[in-house]
């Protein structure tokens, strides 16, 4: 059964950080971008971050570049992302998705990110 299951979510103050997992299961990470989107409540799910399939080609999205960074380990299947500096404007339900550049063949289920004091 193939599956992508997000950890790390929480409530942290601003200025705080955090630390995001995407576990996946039923098939291997090996050979797919690995990326990070996010939702907050009444706006577009928007792309956060991508990491290509060698681990090197990777993108930040302007809101975040400089704060988060996203990673990537094969052999554990696992993709990562490190918030640093957090905003309440980050508050959002954190997505991991693998798939091509241009596609997202699999998704996770989110995890909750709450900034507030």
Request: charged share 20%; proline share 3%.
């Amino acid at each position: 059964q193939v599956q992508l299951v997000e950890s790390g979510g929480g409530l942290v103050e601003p200025g705080g950080s955090l630390r995001l997992s995407c576990t996946a299961s039923g098939f291997s990470i090996r050979g797919y971008f690995v990326k990070w989107y996010r939702q907050s409540p009444g706006k577009e799910r928007e792309l956060v971050a991508w990491l290509g399939e060698f681990g090197v080609a990777t993108h930040h999205a302007d809101a975040v570049r400089g704060r988060f960074t996203i990673s990537r380990d094969n052999a554990k299947n696992m993709v990562f992302l490190q918030m640093n500096s957090l905003k309440p404007e980050d508050t959002a339900v954190y997505y991991c998705a693998v798939g091509s550049f241009r596609s997202d063949d699999y998704w996770g289920q989110g995890t909750q990110v709450t900034v507030s004091s």
